[in-house]
């Protein structure tokens, strides 16, 4: 360090090393004079003489020495002041500079932090709010399924009251026939829907809570990152001239539980892929969710297409044997008809046949008083009697016929009920299938309603 004007005037090689002592040169120094007391007791006469003044004085070059002494003390205690005073200006210097440097490093420290922290920040408000927006989607969705849900109870009811109402049907039209195979079928589906959509609704509502968990883990590291940016940017903008800054000896160390840069990052990435590994869960849930209420809309509507279209044959099939049905019983009406006709033909004839009976009778016992040889089996006896029993043969024959004719008036007469019965069957089997079966379906919800759109 540099010195004053005086001690460069004294000599520049003082600065570097001990200064030489100064000596007197040896023809300057007086010879010491040894004075010896020749009568030192107590009764000499000397020790008088001298009384009141010392006998061991410094010499002069003691003196001379001494002040030497006290110069090069006093010159090094001034060299090596302002060697001190060099040297603690440039300590304060380094100090004040490494406070500075440490100071904007630390500063550099907090921003790049801050960066760090608005990074994790940002892909947490990221994360909350796909998290978010897809628990909206899902619970949409969830809707849709609730929706679809209710709407099966409608197919349902049809197919559960089209099956009760075909119980009504009279024999022998009460068959297990296409109708009530795919009616039965219907019904099946429809329970084994409701249990799928039941099941799927306890899932989505299951996605939908682990959401929302993993939305609150994320939001809560979020607020604790919201919150230790806005103390970390507090701490970046103090500076030595802030007036809210003050001593915190006990701060100066690391909290036992505090975290590690690697441990801090690895918590919000480990809380961003769990929340992102249930957005994925959810987004593919959504879509189960979609081809789920398609299937399900696609299998009700061709399931009732199928039943539709059953209904339709059998009502056609109905129809058809109830036309036939009454075309016969035109045809036995008309014979029946005809038979009591021809009944009535036959009990005139066979009452036309009474007068000739009559006359050859009343003939032949009016002959039978002839007297003597003239009761004579003549050609004419032989003819009444021959028209007696050809009338009798033929009454006979048409009563024959008659009872025939009767017996199968009797036979067309019971088919003739019969074949009412069965046309009257029929006609409330075609009622029960047209005009409450397939009436009641037209209220079958359409395929947005059982996909739930409606």
Same mark, same amino acid.
């Given at each position: 360090? *540099?010195?004053?004007?005086?001690?460069? @005037?004294?000599? =520049?090689?003082?600065?570097? +090393? #001990?200064? %030489?002592?100064? !000596?007197?040169?040896?023809?300057?120094?007086?010879?010491?004079?040894?004075?010896?007391?020749?009568?030192?007791?107590?009764?000499?006469?000397?020790?008088?003489?001298?009384?009141?003044?010392?006998?061991?004085?410094?010499?002069?070059?003691?003196?001379?020495?001494?002040?030497?002494?006290?110069?090069?003390? *006093?010159?090094?205690?001034?060299?090596? @002041?302002?060697? =001190?005073?060099?040297?603690? +200006? #440039?300590? %304060?210097?380094? !100090?004040?500079?490494?406070?500075?440097?440490?100071?904007?490093?630390?500063?550099?420290?907090?921003?790049?932090?801050?960066?760090?922290?608005?990074?994790?920040?940002?892909?947490?408000?990221?994360?909350?709010?796909?998290?978010?927006?897809?628990?909206?989607?899902?619970?949409?969705?969830?809707?849709?399924?609730?929706?679809?849900?209710?709407?099966?109870?409608?197919?349902?009811?049809?197919?559960?009251?089209?099956?009760?109402?075909?119980?009504?049907?009279?024999?022998?039209?009460?068959?297990?026939?296409?109708?009530?195979?795919?009616?039965?079928?219907?019904?099946?589906?429809?329970?084994?829907?409701?249990?799928?959509?039941?099941?799927?609704?306890?899932?989505?509502?299951?996605?939908?809570?682990?959401?929302?968990?993993?939305?609150?883990?994320?939001?809560?590291?979020?607020?604790?990152?919201?919150?230790?940016?806005?103390?970390?940017?507090?701490?970046?903008?103090?500076?030595?001239?802030?007036?809210?800054?003050?001593?915190?000896?006990?701060?100066?160390?690391?909290?036992?539980?505090?975290?590690?840069?690697?441990?801090?990052?690895?918590?919000?990435?480990?809380?961003?892929?769990?929340?992102?590994?249930?957005?994925?869960?959810?987004?593919?849930?959504?879509?189960?969710?979609?081809?789920?209420?398609?299937?399900?809309?696609?299998?009700?509507?061709?399931?009732?297409?199928?039943?539709?279209?059953?209904?339709?044959?059998?009502?056609?099939?109905?129809?058809?044997?109830?036309?036939?049905?009454?075309?016969?019983?035109?045809?036995?009406?008309?014979?029946?008809?005809?038979?009591?006709?021809?009944?009535?033909?036959?009990?005139?004839?066979?009452?036309?046949?009474?007068?000739?009976?009559?006359?050859?009778?009343?003939?032949?016992?009016?002959?039978?008083?002839?007297?003597?040889?003239?009761?004579?089996?003549?050609?004419?006896?032989?003819?009444?009697?021959?028209?007696?029993?050809?009338?009798?043969?033929?009454?006979?024959?048409?009563?024959?016929?008659?009872?025939?004719?009767?017996?199968?008036?009797?036979?067309?007469?019971?088919?003739?009920?019969?074949?009412?019965?069965?046309?009257?069957?029929?006609?409330?089997?075609?009622?029960?299938?047209?005009?409450?079966?397939?009436?009641?379906?037209?209220?079958?919800?359409?395929?947005?309603?059982?996909?739930?759109?409606?």
């Amino acid at each position: 360090p *540099a010195g004053g004007p005086s001690a460069m @005037a004294q000599a =520049g090689v003082l600065l570097t +090393k #001990e200064p %030489a002592p100064q !000596a007197v040169p040896a023809s300057d120094l007086p010879v010491k004079v040894c004075e010896v007391a020749l009568n030192a007791g107590p009764d000499s006469s000397s020790g008088l003489a001298t009384a009141g003044f010392r006998t061991a004085k410094y010499l002069l070059p003691e003196w001379r020495r001494s002040n030497s002494d006290l110069y090069h003390k *006093a010159f090094t205690g001034c060299e090596q @002041a302002e060697r =001190g005073r060099a040297e603690a +200006k #440039e300590l %304060a210097e380094h !100090a004040a500079a490494t406070a500075q440097r440490t100071q904007q490093a630390s500063t550099a420290a907090l921003g790049q932090r801050l960066q760090d922290i608005h990074f994790w920040k940002a892909e947490l408000q990221k994360e909350i709010e796909d998290l978010d927006a897809e628990t909206g989607l899902l619970a949409a969705q969830k809707l849709r399924l609730e929706k679809a849900l209710d709407a099966t109870k409608v197919p349902y009811a049809i197919a559960t009251d089209n099956l009760q109402c075909r119980e009504r049907r009279q024999p022998p039209d009460l068959v297990s026939d296409e109708v009530e195979r795919e009616l039965l079928k219907e019904a099946e589906l429809i329970r084994n829907i409701q249990e799928l959509l039941k099941r799927t609704l306890t899932q989505a509502g299951n996605q939908m809570r682990l959401n929302r968990d993993h939305k609150e883990v994320c939001e809560m590291d979020w607020s604790d990152k919201v919150e230790t940016y806005n103390i970390d940017d507090k701490c970046g903008r103090y500076s030595n001239q802030s007036t809210n800054i003050q001593f915190h000896p006990s701060s100066v160390k690391f909290e036992e539980s505090a975290s590690t840069p690697e441990t801090w990052a690895k918590f919000s990435h480990d809380n961003i892929y769990r929340a992102e590994r249930e957005k994925l869960a959810s987004i593919n849930l959504r879509a189960l969710i979609d081809n789920i209420l398609h299937d399900v809309s696609e299998d009700l509507r061709m399931q009732c297409a199928a039943v539709n279209e059953a209904f339709a044959k059998r009502c056609e099939e109905l129809d058809d044997t109830k036309h036939k049905l009454e075309h016969h019983l035109k045809k036995i009406l008309k014979e029946i008809g005809d038979q009591e006709a021809n009944i009535a033909a036959l009990k005139e004839a066979i009452r036309d046949k009474e007068a000739p009976m009559k006359v050859a009778q009343t003939r032949l016992y009016d002959r039978s008083f002839r007297p003597n040889t003239e009761l004579c089996r003549d050609e004419a006896q032989f003819r009444l009697i021959s028209e007696a029993e050809e009338l009798t043969e033929s009454i006979e024959s048409l009563k024959k016929k008659l009872l025939e004719s009767e017996q199968s008036l009797r036979n067309l007469e019971d088919t003739r009920m019969n074949l009412e019965k069965e046309i009257a069957v029929k006609t409330n089997s075609i009622f029960i299938d047209r005009q409450k079966c397939m009436a009641h379906r037209t209220r079958y919800p359409v395929v947005l309603k059982l996909a739930g759109y409606q």
